[in-house]
C-alpha cells in the first residue's frame, strides 16, 4: 500500500510538472535549423530552468470518434489547468536534475539513489491553480452507469501547494468520491512531509524496484525480459525520433502579449515504422517469445513490414503528429508556449476496409472517424512575484496519519 501510495505521488508529479517551465527539455532538437534560430530555441530553453515564478494556462484534450466496435459514437475529455507557479532554490536545483530524466530507468535511478531530490522539489515548490474538468455527455452517462453515481459533464478542483502542503477544495468533488461526502471545503495534506518520511523509509526504493521492466515481466524468462527492457530503453530514449523528425521556423506571432519564433517539428510516423530499426526491435520481441506462441517469424515480419511500406502512404493519410514551441525574441529569451498534437482522420483508411470487406458496411460511421490527443501550455509573467497563500479554513491531515 505504502508503495502504492508512493506510485501516485510519481502521478502528480508527471501531471502536474507538465506546466512546470523549470521541467522543459534540457537539450532541444535543432535539426536543420540555422545556427541563429538553434542559438534562439537553446537559449530560451536553458533560461526556463532558472525562472523561479511564473503564471500558466494549459489545456489537454482528447477526442475519440466514430471508431467501429467502441460502445461510444464519440469521447472527449478536456482539462484546463490555470494558475501561478514557484520555486525556491532548492526546489530550483531539483528541477534541473529532473529536467535530465528521460527513460524509466533513470526516473527509477533517481529514485533508488537520490530521494531527496523530491523532496526538495515538493518542499519547495508552490502553486494556486484551479483544474477544470469537461466530458462529453455520452461519456459522462457511461461513466455515471458504470459507477453507479451522477457524474457531471463539467467540474473543477482548485489546489493550493505552498511550504509542502497540499491544499484542495472539494466542494465540487467531495459527491463523486467515497468517504468525503460531506467534507466540501478545503482540506490539507501535508505531501511534503509523506515523501520526506517515504524517502527515509526507503519507500522510494521499494517503488524503483518495481519498476524495473525485468521486474514487471512477471514469469518472463530472461530473454523476453531483456527485449522488453532493450524496447523501453530504445523507445524512451528521445533521440531514437530525431532521424524521423523535422523541425522548422514557421514565422513569428505574438503570444500572451510576447513578440514570438514559432518552431514547429513534424514526426514520419510512417517511416519510423518501416526503419530497419523498428524492424529488428519487432524481431527481437518475438524471437524472444513475448509476442506469444504464435508469434510471427521473421521471414512475416519482414513480408508484413514491406507491405506496410508499400501502403504507408494510404494508411497513414490523415495522421498529424507534430509539436510547437513559441520562444520570446527580446532577451532572456523563454519558453512562451509549447504545444502538441496526434491526430489521425481514419475515415479513409475505414472506408478502404470496409470496400475490401474487411469491415462490415453496417460498421461505418456516418460522420467522422478520428483519433486525437492535444496539449497546450502558454507561460507569462516570468520571475514576477506571484501571491500564493495557504486557504486560511481549510482541515489539515497530518502527515502521520496519511502514511498510516
Do not use: H
Amino acid at each position: 500500500m505504502r508503495s502504492k501510495f508512493v506510485s501516485l505521488l510519481l502521478i502528480v508529479v508527471l501531471l502536474l510538472a507538465s506546466f512546470s517551465t523549470a521541467l522543459a527539455q534540457a537539450e532541444p532538437f535543432c535539426g536543420d535549423l540555422s545556427d541563429d534560430d538553434c542559438s534562439l530555441l537553446t537559449a530560451a530553453v536553458e533560461n526556463m530552468l532558472d525562472v523561479a515564478s511564473y503564471q500558466a494556462s494549459a489545456d489537454y484534450s482528447a477526442v475519440i470518434a466514430g471508431i467501429p466496435g467502441l460502445p461510444l459514437s464519440e469521447a472527449s475529455v478536456s482539462v484546463m489547468v490555470d494558475g501561478a507557479f514557484a520555486y525556491d532554490d532548492s526546489a530550483l536545483a531539483a528541477a534541473a536534475v529532473l529536467a535530465g530524466v528521460q527513460a524509466q530507468e533513470d526516473v527509477a535511478a533517481l529514485m533508488m539513489e537520490s530521494p531527496e531530490v523530491f523532496v526538495d522539489f515538493y518542499n519547495g515548490w508552490s502553486f494556486d491553480m484551479v483544474i477544470a474538468v469537461s466530458i462529453s455527455e455520452e461519456l459522462a452517462a457511461a461513466l455515471s452507469a458504470d459507477a453507479g453515481i451522477a457524474i457531471p459533464t463539467e467540474f473543477s478542483v482548485p489546489l493550493i501547494l505552498v511550504d509542502g502542503v497540499l491544499y484542495v477544495d472539494t466542494t465540487e468533488v467531495a459527491p463523486l468520491i467515497d468517504g468525503l461526502e460531506g467534507m466540501e471545503g478545503w482540506l490539507g495534506f501535508e505531501l511534503g512531509a509523506v515523501v520526506e518520511a517515504a524517502a527515509e523509509q526507503g519507500i522510494f526504493a521499494e517503488a524503483a524496484a518495481q519498476m524495473d521492466p525485468a521486474a514487471m515481466a512477471g514469469d518472463m524468462d530472461a530473454a523476453a525480459a531483456g527485449a522488453l527492457v532493450g524496447m523501453q530503453a530504445a523507445l524512451g530514449d528521445p533521440k531514437t525520433l530525431e532521424p524521423y523528425t523535422s523541425v522548422e521556423r514557421v514565422g513569428d506571432d505574438v503570444v500572451a502579449g510576447m513578440d514570438v519564433a514559432v518552431f514547429v517539428s513534424t514526426v514520419d510516423v510512417a517511416g519510423l515504422l518501416t526503419s530497419p530499426a523498428f524492424i529488428d526491435l519487432i524481431k527481437g520481441l518475438a524471437e524472444a517469445g513475448v509476442l506469444g506462441e504464435d508469434a510471427p517469424s521473421a521471414a512475416d515480419i519482414d513480408q508484413a513490414m514491406m507491405m506496410l511500406g508499400m501502403m504507408g502512404p494510404m494508411l497513414f493519410q490523415g495522421l498529424i503528429a507534430e509539436n510547437a514551441v513559441a520562444v520570446s525574441l527580446d532577451e532572456p529569451n523563454y519558453v512562451v508556449a509549447q504545444s502538441s498534437l496526434f491526430s489521425w482522420d481514419l475515415s479513409g483508411l475505414l472506408q478502404m476496409a470496409a470496400m475490401s470487406g474487411a469491415l462490415p458496411a453496417d460498421m461505418m460511421s456516418s460522420g467522422a472517424s478520428v483519433i486525437e490527443f492535444a496539449t497546450s501550455v502558454v507561460n507569462s509573467d516570468f520571475n514576477a512575484p506571484q501571491d500564493i497563500t495557504a486557504p486560511a479554513d481549510a482541515m489539515v491531515i497530518p502527515a502521520e496519519a496519511m502514511m498510516q
